[in-house]
């Protein structure tokens, strides 16, 4: 009936379309929100450099933990 004019055969590469397009969406808005919220998280020296920088820690804590992170 409509295979002369590619009706319903142009229809399913429209949803084929439409269903691609939401991936790549979905895709997209994902790694938008990863990139706002940091991403990954921070390293073991980051956050032992955070501690002792708001005073959490002394100096000789966060030296031996420093050396131990970094073995």
């Known amino acids: 009936m409509f295979w002369g004019s ?3 055969m142009g229809l399913m590469g429209f949803w084929w379309i ?6 790549v969406a979905a895709a997209w808005f ?3 929100a990863a990139r706002r919220s ?3 998280e921070a390293s073991a020296e980051e956050k032992l450099k955070k501690r002792y920088a ?8 966060f030296e031996r933990m ?3 992170i970094r073995r």
């Open 38 to 40: 940091g991403g990954e």
């Open 30 to 32: 994902g790694a938008a």
């Open 66 to 68: 420093l050396a131990d």
């Open 18 to 23: 439409v269903v691609l397009a939401a991936v």
């Open 6 to 8: 590619g009706g319903h």
């Open 54 to 61: 708001d005073g959490k820690i002394d100096r000789s804590t």
